[in-house]
């Protein structure tokens, strides 16, 4: 079992950066693949990025390609997702999560992660 602590959200002008961190617990967190999603107030939890358990593959929703960056640091056992040119509708709360590297199914659906953070509230100001 792994348990997932983020940090890192916060208030930001529109145009502005965050980068978010995601601190797993466990000697085995080189084992999963890391997703990072999102909710805004009144929607459905949604897909944002997530980086397979060798880091060497990223994946991204079409809103967020080119502004953010998924990336880890297995020795820490900490994932990230710096976000840059952030506007008004990246405003959420994001959540990491956790699903074992013998996953072969789509990175994007949220059913297919075991296990969940708390979630570290972003909000964009225009």
């Known amino acids: 079992q792994v348990q997932l602590v983020e940090s890192g959200g916060g208030l930001v002008q529109a145009g502005g950066s965050l980068r978010l961190s995601c601190a797993a617990s466990?000697?085995?967190?080189?084992?999963?693949?890391m997703g990072w999603f999102r909710q805004a107030p009144g929607k459905e939890r949604e897909f944002v990025a997530a980086i397979s358990w060798t880091g060497g593959s990223t994946y991204y929703a079409d809103s967020v390609k080119g502004r953010f960056t998924g990336s880890r640091d297995n020795a820490k056992n900490t994932v990230y997702l710096q976000m840059n040119s952030l506007k008004p509708e990246d405003t959420a709360v994001y959540y990491c999560a956790a699903r074992n590297r013998g996953n072969s199914g789509s990175f994007y659906y949220r059913s297919g992660y075991d296990y969940w953070g708390q979630g570290t509230q972003v909000t964009v100001s225009s």
């Open positions: 466990g000697r085995t967190f080189s084992s999963y693949d």
